[in-house]
């Protein structure tokens, strides 16, 4: 990253490991902190509460500044809009880089507001630069995918923000939906771009392994697998982002396609997991699992066929089942580990973080919705008559 | 420097016995490599998708099974889930208890997520409870609680919390307050139990662990409820005292105890109340004036609270 050494990033996410260890009781409370202070880098940083929040109110600053300019210079022209959104995004990134060097901020929350915002102004400009003097068809779009690109690309470069990099991804990728190519050529060429995404950062990563920046590397790798994994996907991307792909009419997908996209997307997570697995690679391993269970959950809509309301149970039992073998296999093996694959928690701060947000999201899940009495209090099949809980309400 | 060469330097240099570079070495080079987190994730997954089928199956071919039936098969699913949850749960302990085994969290999880289906489908049948139909969400509820500080399961606590405030829902409408008002009162009575309940743990010395999730719950509660009572049009000085006094204790438990969360809490709750209240009726120049001039005071007063105490990554 321009705006950091290498060998300070590093040192940072060293730093961040050796903690882990010491909660974990890998290392001696004493020993953390002296390995810790050795690791010490000259930048300033807070917790990820407070970050957040300063990138809440970083957020209000930079859309009320530019709101305040526009009013003040009373700039209604469509060109004077869009150029004030580009110089905004370049002052935004500006700054973020000034606060940057002055201050040695990293990962402060402020200066990602500004720079991360300065992504959006300087897609926003482009956009609409590009719809001033283009009316009517997919130029401003396809701009504007391509400046979010760049710029988060740019943004990348010199910041080392990992989700701008992966909003960069995303951003490549929809460009090819805004060429004009019927949608299964769309399809294709981001699934294509996607593709190549994947092996020059695959490229980029082999010399570092986990190691910075190779540990970027590895997410914006994973990250790319599974994109490419969503633009196939036609029956995910039909029915959970028809708004998005399904500008023009859908029936401009031959047969041949369809049917080549629904081997790739089982094929997509044996390989995907392959890989991880064989370069014990976790981003990898993780977006494996993750289109894995995306490709069961749509097998029946890419087939044509109804769902049955047991379907998730079978899913349930096969997910559970599959966890369960592989630990029973992995901790029969010699020494409790296969090819050092093991179910021991080795880093357990590591997987507590993680338990911790799987049962956030088991708070958010309210399974007993709060429900209103209804006035029938017969029970009929579909519509129900008393309350009840446990997501049933009058329906259950 | 790569991780691996700066453990070697570490041992070297005697920060790291020989036997914690071994074991350090080995997850760094990953000739160990742990994949419990991912046995985790594909367990919750599984069950949560094995509750909602059960539910949607019963939901939708009720008629056709028979209750009998539906009811014979959920209680024999519970009773298998009680069953291994009873013969191999740990003794009981006021501090935290490590799962038996990996699965064991996850079968008492289902259990109790079947339960939640089977009570509320008796409700709904047979109309046990009478006019007091709410009853079974509130029995549901406390049957949580046992079960997670019987267990020390921080899944079934979340479910415990979650159907505690799904009562105080249906509590409110069986009563007749139907406004946001009421909705308000609710919500602030739910978050003070929940942070009561939170407070007396610690000073029981019970389950110390779970302390924090009650006082996230209920500062999320109570801040929503605040927040939107500012600009709500009754008892809006009230609201605004409350939300203040709220944030000053929010900000000065996250500072005293380092959770910076609520220090977080503290900050954007009043502000988005107190900033939709004073923009009310400002002309746009006046908004974003005061978005500008507001955001940046709010941004130094969190730099300085982060400088002086928030500084650990």
Known sequence: MILYAAEDEARIRTAARVRAWTQSGLLSAAQGTAIEAGLRVDVTRTNRYLRFALFAFGTIVVWAAVGLSLLLLDLNEEWALAWTAILAGAIAVALAAFLVVRFRLYRFGIEEALAVWSVALVTFGAGFFTSVARHGDDGPALVACVAAAIASVAVYRLFGYLYVACAAVAALAATAFWLGLPRFGAHLLSASMLIGVFFAVRRLRRPHGDDFPGDDYGVIEAVA?????????????LSVMPSFVGIRAGADIPAAFYWSTYAAIWLMPAAGLALGLREKHRPMIWSGLAIAIATLVTNKAYLGRTPNTWDPILFGVLLAGTAIFVRR????????????FTVQALVASDDKAG????????AVQQPMAARTRTETPAFEAGHGGRSGGAGGGTDF | MTVAERLGRWRDEGAITPGQYDALGAIVRKDRFSVALEIHALLYLGVVAIAGGVLWTVQTHFANLGDTLIILTLTLIVGLCAWYCLTRARPYSPGEVESPTVLFDYVLYLGCLIVASELAFIETRFALFGDAWDVHVLVSAALFF????????????????????????????QFGFGSAGSMRVSALVYGGLVAGMGALLRRLDIKRHFVDTHLHVAATAAFVAMTSGVSSGEGELWYTAGLLILAGVSVAYGVRHRQFAFVAYGALYPYAGLSLKLIDGMSPTGVMAYGLLSGSAMVLAIVSIARRFGRDA
Do not use: E, M
């Not at chain 2, 046992?146 to 921080?154: I, L, Q, T």
């Not at chain 2, 159907?163 to 829902?169: E, K, P, Q, S, V």
């Open chain 1, 225 to 237: 697998w599974v994109g490419c994994y969503i633009v196939l996907n036609l029956r995910l991307t």
């Open chain 1, 329 to 340: 296999w992995l901790a029969a093996g010699p020494g409790g580990h296969r090819q050092g």
């Open chain 1, 355 to 362: 338990i911790g947000v799987l049962s956030t999201v088991a």
């Open chain 2, 146 to 173: 046992v079960a997670a500080y019987r267990f020390d399961n921080r899944f079934v606590l979340s479910l415990a919390l979650s159907t505690l405030a799904a009562w105080f829902g249906i509590k409110l409408t």
